[in-house]
């Protein structure tokens, strides 16, 4: 499902449906000294979706994702969860949308890397064995079981990203929001970051929310994507529709996906409307040698 949003970014779809896991309704939010957040923001999650926020420094994208769960109120509007307000549920919104910070030292403070990834099983009420199981469960699930007994402070960072996301992954949400999940990655850690969240959404059903300025990234593995600037959404769509969209990707300052930009200009140079909208390298020599 794609939100409908007019050219202030304010939500026009208004029907609550059982897919809808969070709606963000008209939400301002100004910090104590003054700087204005976000500002008349809708936004809605939909069950099994990535969703990619894409915008400068600056923009709202971190203020938006700390509001989903509950790190931040709205100072006007209102945020919902599971079709409940999250003024009314906000000591157990964490229980149901969980967030990954983007500096995964924020986040690991235990002993051992299991230690850590227990700490939220337990606090949701379980018993230190199924805790234990718990934790042991999400560590297999982001491929890093062979780290459960070292020390979060000697991991690569990496591997401190991937036990973060455990962290929230054994608490079983239903929503996880990532804030710059591939920041200062390698290459092999950052394709490694793009295959778990698609796992994720695919074989563990969960909705993906993803703060980020890696568009490349988003252009593989979004369903939707959301530009946000100024504190408000400018552009809500396909991967397709935005990424193609001239316009609204240089008003939000933003540069398009390496394949879109190869492909707008082979379609400038040879006069051919840019009608395949490829995303990835096949989808471009498609496009092209046909």
């Known amino acids: 499902m794609l939100e409908q949003v007019d050219e202030h970014g304010r939500c026009l779809r208004t029907d609550a449906t059982d897919d809808c896991l969070i709606h963000v309704d008209c939400a301002s939010h100004r910090y104590p000294d003054g700087t204005m957040g976000i500002h008349d923001l809708s936004f809605s999650v939909y069950r099994r979706e990535i969703v990619a926020l894409c915008g400068a420094n600056g923009s709202g994208k971190s203020t938006l994702l700390e509001h989903l769960n509950g790190l931040l109120l709205p100072s006007s509007g209102d945020v919902y969860v ?6 009314e549920i906000r000591k157990n919104v964490w229980r149901y949308v969980g967030l990954v910070f983007q500096r995964p030292e924020d986040q690991l403070f235990a002993p051992t890397v299991l230690d850590d990834v227990m700490f939220g099983p337990v606090n949701l009420g379980m018993s230190r064995s199924e805790a234990r199981a718990a934790a042991l469960d999400a560590l297999e699930q982001v491929g890093v079981a062979q780290l459960a007994d070292r020390m979060p ?16 992954l054994a608490m079983k949400p239903a929503v996880i929001c990532m804030d710059e999940p591939t920041s200062d990655l390698d290459d092999f850690h950052r394709r490694r970051i793009e295959a ?4 994720l959404r695919d074989v563990r059903g969960i909705s993906i929310v993803i703060a980020t300025h890696d568009i490349d990234m988003a252009s593989r593995i979004a369903d939707r994507v959301s530009i946000v600037k100024e504190g408000g959404i400018i552009a809500s769509g396909s991967p397709q529709g935005i990424f193609y969209d ?31 909208r490829p995303l990835n390298t096949a989808e471009l020599l498609d496009a092209i040698l046909r």
């Open 82 to 87: 599971l079709g409940k307000p999250c003024r």
């Open 153 to 168: 402070d000697y991991l690569s960072g990496g591997e401190k990203r991937l036990v973060a996301i455990a962290g929230v």
């Open 196 to 199: 778990l969240i698609l796992r």
């Open 246 to 276: 001239r316009r609204a990707m240089a008003d939000a300052g933003l540069m398009p996906p390496k394949v879109v930009e190869i492909y707008l200009d082979y379609c400038d140079r040879t006069g051919k409307v840019p009608e395949k």
